[in-house]
């Protein structure tokens, strides 16, 4: 089990059941894991632990598991999710994995990310 939070651990195992993806880990921290595209490479989900006033903006120390994924409809709440943290706010999202947002719910944002972000045409 590769990231900190169970809810992370869980949505990456269906990432795998759903799609046959797996996250690779391009960095030395063994925390943040891209989930991409087989055929691109091309990235639909980051998981990273990282504080959590870090995509709240309110200094909460917490660490806690993050996904970024790409979004049209942009559902941010100001609880779970959240303009994307180290990403473009206009195309993505950061969701907090603390299980505040139910498994399914993130999974139709990743099935959303998992199709705009796939071959286009």
């Given amino acids: 089990m590769p990231f900190a939070s169970s809810q992370a651990n869980r949505i990456s195992d269906r990432i795998c059941d759903q799609y046959r993806i797996k996250p690779d880990f391009p ?6 894991g891209v989930f991409r595209h087989l055929n691109s490479g091309k990235w639909f989900g980051l998981i990273m632990n990282g504080r959590r006033g870090l995509v ?17 409809t942009l559902p ?29 719910d993130v999974m139709r944002l990743i099935d959303e990310s998992f199709h705009l972000t796939g071959k286009q045409g």
């Avoid at 709240?56 to 049209?72: A, F, H, M, P, R």
């Fill in 56 to 72: 709240t903006k309110d200094g909460d120390e917490q660490n806690v598991d993050i996904i970024n994924l790409k979004s049209n």
């Fill in 76 to 104: 941010v709440d100001g609880q779970s999710v959240f303009p994307a943290y180290h990403m473009n706010h206009k195309y993505w999202i950061s969701v907090v994995l603390d299980d505040q947002l139910g498994d399914d």
């Fill in 27 to 32: 960095w030395k921290s063994k925390n943040n």
